[in-house]
Nanobody
Framework: QVQLVESGGGLVQPGGSLRLSCAAS????????IGWFRQAPGKEREGVSC????????NYADSVKGRFTISRDGAKNAVYLQINSLKPDDTAVYYC??????????????????WGQGTQVTVSS
């Protein structure tokens, strides 16, 4: 069964950090791009970062550049999103998604084939 599972979300104070994980089962991530998306209440889903299959290409939304870092570990079949200097505007459910066409895009996510269930990130004092 193909599955993506996110973890690492939580409640954090402004300025804090979290490391989100995206673990895959039922398929290998070796040939896929992975994107991280987020959706806040009442807002559209937003692509925040993606990484190509060989990690040669990464993209970040302007709103997170310099604060978010995406990485991948082939041995663990996982992708990570390190998020620093968190702001209240970062509050959202964060999803990872896999693109079988190895398309590292930050659009609405139409290029992605598999999605996780999401992990909640709440930034509040």
């Amino acid at each position: 069964q193909v599955q993506l599972v996110e973890s690492g979300g939580g409640l954090v104070q402004p300025g804090g950090s979290l490391r989100l994980s995206c673990a895959a089962s039922g398929f290998t991530l070796d040939y896929t791009s992975i994107g991280w998306f987020r959706q806040a209440p009442g807002k559209e889903r937003e692509g925040v970062s993606c990484i190509s299959s060989n990690a040669a290409s990464t993209n970040y939304a302007d709103s997170v550049k310099g604060r978010f870092t995406i990485s991948r570990d082939g041995a663990k079949n996982a992708v990570y999103l390190q998020i620093n200097s968190l702001k209240p505007d970062d509050t959202a459910v964060y999803y990872c998604a896999a693109s079988l066409l190895d398309t590292c895009q930050l659009g609405p996510g139409d290029e992605y084939d598999y999605w996780g269930q999401g992990t909640q990130v709440t930034v509040s004092s």
